[in-house]
């Protein structure tokens, strides 16, 4: 079942943060965040696996609650950037991954 | 980045003629995947393959079939295309399954 984001869409001002969040109806194995840019292919920013490991950028921070089958990316300091639309993709089990439908960001100087 | 390319980048197509996409990747990476991308719904896993000749089915799998005859490429086939077919069709590849995967450019497929 497709994970649901939110919200759908978010505006910032340079510099302001933001939250975007995904949650799922089943237990998950694992959360993947990806980022894409209007007319171009999604680009990896992190995945959060079930007992705590992370992978991803540096700059990025996420969170995963597995008990509430959640999980949120965190966004500080938003630079121009970071404009696009980012997608939560969820694993129920290593052989099934959702994607959501996405959160569009918009930074305005 | 990683070498992944897919041919071809556009493509229109009349309602029953079969159509194939091609995948490329140089990374010799073990999984390759196709999605469709469409307003509201995010990526759909179409088909995935884990090595050579081994594919499995996705969540949107119907009316599309798959091949991987060589690690590097991954074919999609619409054997007689559809107008629900119209679509942004992206390939994707990771070293295992559930590592982070890395996208191709995609194919902007228009069924007429």
Same mark, same amino acid.
């Given at each position: 079942?497709?994970?649901?984001?939110?919200?759908?869409?978010?505006? @910032?001002?340079?510099?302001?943060?933001?939250?975007?969040?995904?949650?799922?109806?089943?237990? @998950?194995?694992?959360? $993947?965040?990806?980022?894409?840019?209007? %007319?171009?292919?999604?680009?990896?920013?992190?995945?959060?696996?079930? %007992? %705590?490991?992370?992978?991803? $950028?540096?700059?990025?921070?996420?969170?995963?609650? &597995?008990?509430?089958?959640?999980?949120?990316?965190?966004? +500080?300091?938003?630079?121009?950037?970071?404009? /696009?639309?980012?997608?939560?993709?969820?694993?129920?089990?290593?052989? #099934?991954?959702?994607?959501? =439908? /996405?959160?569009?960001?918009?930074?305005?100087? | 980045? =990683?070498?992944?390319?897919?041919?071809?980048? *556009?493509?229109?197509?009349?309602? /029953?003629?079969?159509? +194939?996409?091609?995948? *490329?990747?140089?990374?010799? *990476?073990?999984?390759?995947?196709?999605?469709?991308?469409?307003?509201? $719904?995010?990526?759909?896993?179409? $088909?995935?393959?884990?090595?050579?000749?081994?594919?499995?089915?996705?969540?949107?799998? #119907?009316?599309?079939?798959?091949?991987?005859?060589? +690690? &590097? #490429?991954? @074919?999609? +086939?619409?054997?007689?295309?559809?107008?629900?077919?119209?679509?942004?069709?992206?390939?994707?590849?990771?070293? #295992?399954?559930?590592?982070?995967?890395?996208?191709?450019?995609?194919?902007?497929?228009?069924?007429?």
């Amino acid at each position: 079942q497709q994970p649901v984001q939110s919200p759908q869409a978010v505006i @910032l001002r340079e510099g302001e943060d933001a939250v975007i969040n995904c949650s799922s109806s089943k237990a @998950l194995y694992s959360v $993947h965040w990806y980022r894409q840019k209007h %007319g171009e292919a999604p680009v990896f920013l992190m995945i959060l696996l079930k %007992g %705590g490991e992370q992978k991803g $950028h540096d700059k990025i921070s996420a969170s995963f609650n &597995e008990k509430k089958q959640q999980s949120s990316l965190y966004l +500080t300091a938003s630079q121009l950037s970071y404009s /696009g639309t980012y997608f939560c993709g969820t694993e129920i089990s290593r052989n #099934d991954m959702r994607f959501g =439908a /996405g959160t569009r960001l918009t930074v305005k100087p | 980045d =990683a070498g992944i390319t897919q041919s071809p980048r *556009h493509k229109v197509t009349e309602t /029953g003629t079969p159509v +194939t996409l091609r995948c *490329h990747q140089t990374e010799n *990476h073990r999984y390759m995947y196709w999605y469709r991308q469409d307003p509201g $719904h995010g990526l759909r896993l179409i $088909h995935y393959s884990y090595g050579v000749k081994d594919t499995d089915k996705g969540e949107v799998s #119907d009316g599309y079939s798959v091949s991987r005859s060589k +690690t &590097e #490429d991954f @074919l999609l +086939t619409l054997e007689s295309a559809t107008s629900s077919q119209t679509s942004v069709y992206f390939c994707a590849i990771s070293v #295992d399954r559930g590592d982070e995967q890395y996208f191709g450019p995609g194919t902007r497929l228009t069924v007429t």
